[in-house]
């Protein structure tokens, strides 16, 4: 039987997805990148599920990168294939219509930094270190590393992380934007989700479109931007909760929104 390195567990309506794979640092192999892609589909497939957490199991490592017992197996003319296959399993975690939080509990490395960004937010214990170290095997980052770090911290930050393998911790990650809160060891998962608790209570609609014309809107020009938030804009003032969302700060309630 597969062995299964990606768990999932939904309760109010919040998916905690857990790589476990704690015998690497919950590295992630072949099988496990395969899991998590069918996870992120079967959670695409389920409207109970209103928002996802990724974390690591144990305290010790969120996810220390990709296994590297793997490496040996790939050849340079397989590697683009295979970064790819990464890659897009990332893009389909970043483009999930509901918000994704990511709780980070120790080691963030290599695969492990790159799937804590492309999820949302991140909220990172203050035992989490932060890094790129794939220089080290004389390989650059290939599961967005190199794309999404100098988004989130600027060229020469991402190049100091890459290139040098300068090891970040959580306090640092949260001066540099990497991550947007700190919290206590033990608490991350709790502190997400706190947070998406709040998030779901708004409109949910909003929330959507709120993630599309940021996500969408990073990749355009400025002006290209504000034309697509503008029509953005037009499928919130379209849906059901506007209307509530007005009547009910007017009458002075709490809104019930139904995410159409
Ligand atoms: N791939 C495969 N196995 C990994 C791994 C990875 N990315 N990261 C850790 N492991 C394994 C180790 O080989 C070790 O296995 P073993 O017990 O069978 O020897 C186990 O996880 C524990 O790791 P260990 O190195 O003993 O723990 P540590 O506390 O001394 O060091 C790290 C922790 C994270 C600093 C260290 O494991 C490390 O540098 N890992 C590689 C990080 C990396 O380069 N990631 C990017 C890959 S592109």
């Given at each position: 039987?597969?062995?299964?390195y990606v768990r999932c567990q939904i309760e109010d309506g919040i998916?905690?997805?857990?790589?476990?794979?704690?015998?690497?640092?919950?590295?992630?192999?072949?099988?496990?990148?395969?899991?998590?892609?069918?996870?992120?589909?079967?959670?695409?497939?389920?409207?109970?599920?209103?928002?996802?957490?990724?974390?690591?199991?144990?305290?010790?490592?969120?996810?220390?990168?990709?296994?590297?017992?793997?490496?040996?197996?790939?050849?340079?003319?397989?590697?683009?294939?295979?970064?790819?296959?990464?890659?897009?399993?990332?893009?389909?975690?970043?483009?999930?219509?509901?918000?994704?939080?990511?709780?980070?509990?120790?080691?963030?490395?290599?695969?492990?930094?790159?799937?804590?960004?492309?999820?949302?937010?991140?909220?990172?214990?203050?035992?989490?270190?932060?890094?790129?170290?794939?220089?080290?095997?004389?390989?650059?980052?290939?599961?967005?590393?190199?794309?999404?770090?100098?988004?989130?911290?600027?060229?020469?930050?991402?190049?100091?992380?890459?290139?040098a393998d300068e090891r970040i911790n959580a306090q640092e990650a949260?001066?540099?934007?990497?991550?947007?809160?700190?919290?206590?060891?033990?608490?991350?998962?709790?502190?997400?989700?706190?947070?998406?608790?709040?998030?779901?209570?708004?409109?949910?609609?909003?929330?959507?479109?709120a993630k599309k014309a940021i996500n969408d809107g990073l990749k355009?020009?400025?002006?290209?931007?504000?034309?697509?938030?503008?029509?953005?804009?037009?499928?919130?003032?379209?849906?059901?909760?506007?209307?509530?969302?007005?009547?009910?700060?007017?009458?002075?309630?709490?809104?019930?929104?139904?995410?159409?």
């Open positions: 039987m597969e062995k299964e998916a905690i997805v857990t790589i476990d794979n704690q015998a690497a640092l919950n590295a992630l192999n072949n099988q496990t990148l395969t899991q998590l892609d069918k996870t992120f589909d079967d959670l695409a497939r389920n409207p109970e599920v209103k928002g996802v957490i990724i974390t690591g199991a144990g305290e010790k490592s969120f996810v220390a990168g990709a296994d590297i017992s793997e490496f040996l197996k790939v050849s340079g003319a397989e590697a683009p294939e295979s970064m790819g296959r990464g890659q897009r399993i990332f893009d389909k975690i970043e483009a999930f219509d509901r918000p994704v939080i990511a709780a980070i509990n120790g080691f963030t490395l290599g695969g492990g930094n790159e799937l804590a960004m492309c999820c949302d937010i991140r909220i990172a214990s203050e035992n989490a270190i932060f890094g790129q170290p794939e220089v080290n095997l004389a390989i650059i980052p290939g599961y967005g590393g190199t794309q999404r770090l100098p988004r989130l911290v600027g060229p020469g930050k991402a190049k100091e992380i890459i290139f949260l001066r540099i934007g990497l991550v947007e809160r700190v919290v206590p060891k033990g608490q991350a998962v709790e502190e997400a989700r706190k947070l998406l608790k709040k998030i779901l209570s708004k409109g949910p609609v909003a929330i959507k479109m355009m020009p400025l002006a290209e931007g504000l034309k697509w938030e503008a029509l953005c804009s037009g499928v919130c003032f379209s849906a059901e909760d506007k209307d509530e969302g007005a009547r009910a700060f007017l009458e002075k309630r709490p809104a019930q929104f139904k995410g159409k």
